[in-house]
Each structure stands twice: as structure tokens, then as C-alpha cells.
């Protein structure tokens, strides 16, 4: 039975850091894709960032040279570091993996695995 648990999740203030990380149990993050989703109020599910199995990354315009994902093997988990903070990045924050794609809705509970979600508010 595979889950994966988010942390870190919190409010800051404008131009803040947060870090997110994402541990798994039943699951090898490097052996597919994992990622960060975010659905902010009243908007659409957005693919934060990902690492494909070839260890490529992407990110989102809007969170370009301000987030970071991560993944240490060893350890088995994800990161998303976050700094700059904007009022426009809060949201429920989702990691994934094993099907990692631009989703018009999140979660997609049956299309991967997924997080609980973890709240990101910042403040104004």
C-alpha cells in the first residue's frame, strides 16, 4: 500500500521561505516521475514542479528561479523549497508521483499516488 505524507506546510509572510517535503512509504520516488501540484482558492490544480524519470525538471512560469524540488534517494523523499513568497502561491500543496502530468484537476486519487495536501498561506 503505497502513501506519501507531506510537511511543512504553514503561513508566512510575503517574500518568506517555506520548504515542503514529501516522504513516501511503498514507494521508490526515482523509480517514475515525481512532482508538486497546488490548487489555490477558487483556481484550477497547477503542476508545480516535477523531476521525470530522466531527471528532468520543471517548473511553472510563475514559481521559475523562486521554488526548488528536490529528491534524496537515500532518504526517499521530495522536497519543495519555496523563497519570495507571493500572495498568489497559497494553496493546498500536493506531492505525487508515478503519473506526473499537467492534471486539469487535483488531486487524481487512481492516476498515481498522491498526497494528503498541505496547506501554504502567505500573508499579507
Known amino acids: 500500500d503505497v502513501q506519501l505524507l507531506e510537511s511543512g506546510g504553514g503561513t508566512v509572510p510575503i517574500g518568506g521561505s517555506l520548504t515542503l517535503s514529501c516522504t513516501s512509504s511503498?514507494?521508490?520516488?526515482?523509480?517514475?516521475?515525481m512532482g508538486w501540484y497546488r490548487r489555490g482558492p477558487g483556481k484550477a490544480c497547477e503542476l508545480v514542479a516535477r523531476?521525470?524519470?530522466?531527471?528532468?525538471?520543471y517548473y511553472l512560469d510563475s514559481v521559475q528561479g523562486r521554488f526548488t524540488i528536490s529528491h534524496d534517494s537515500a532518504k526517499n523523499t521530495m522536497n519543495l523549497s519555496m523563497s519570495d513568497l507571493k500572495i498568489e502561491d497559497t494553496a493546498v500543496y500536493y506531492c505525487?508521483?508515478?503519473?506526473?502530468?499537467?492534471?486539469?484537476?487535483?488531486?487524481?486519487?487512481?492516476?498515481?499516488?498522491w498526497g494528503q495536501g498541505t496547506q501554504v498561506t502567505v500573508s499579507s
Open positions: 511503498g514507494w521508490i520516488f526515482a523509480s517514475s516521475d
Open positions: 523531476i521525470n524519470e530522466e531527471l528532468s525538471i
Open positions: 505525487a508521483a508515478d503519473w506526473v502530468v499537467n492534471w486539469s484537476d487535483c488531486p487524481r486519487p487512481g492516476y498515481g499516488y
